[in-house]
């Protein structure tokens, strides 16, 4: 079962890697899998740069976040829209959400994303 999941995960990252409209997931913050560029309207995840974080937050050196603007944007569920922004949701122990940063302001979007193909996150072996 494992070598199908690795050879499925790798399928995978060969073809997010042919389409700048594909984007491979394989963060516990949300399900694994591939997901699809898409309209605002037709998202139900976006990607983000972080916002200056709450005072005694740290995020990983490697995401998008102020002194890092080319770093790998974040992604999360959207829960709601919220005036300008939304209102993001994302699963684990320590997630970089809405409930940690409030609503996301829409200048802080990368990209909007649907799943395409998701592989259930129990099942990933990594």
């Known amino acids: 079962m494992k070598w199908v999941l690795l050879t499925v995960g790798g399928v995978l990252g060969v073809i997010a890697a042919a389409s700048p409209h594909l984007l491979l997931v394989r963060t516990p913050s949300v399900p694994v899998g591939l997901y699809i560029r898409s309209s605002e309207s037709g998202a139900t995840y976006v990607t983000f740069c972080l916002p200056e974080l709450p005072p005694g937050i740290r995020a990983p050196a490697h995401l998008c976040q102020p002194g890092n603007p080319d770093g790998r944007p974040v992604i999360k569920q959207i829960e709601r829209r919220v005036g300008e922004g939304y209102v ?3 699963q684990g122990e320590y997630p970089l959400d809405s409930s940690v940063l409030g609503p996301v302001a ?14 259930k996150t129990f099942l990933y072996p990594w």
């Open 88 to 90: 993001l949701v994302g």
């Open 106 to 119: 829409h200048a802080h979007i990368v990209g909007f994303y649907r799943p395409l193909i998701v592989i």
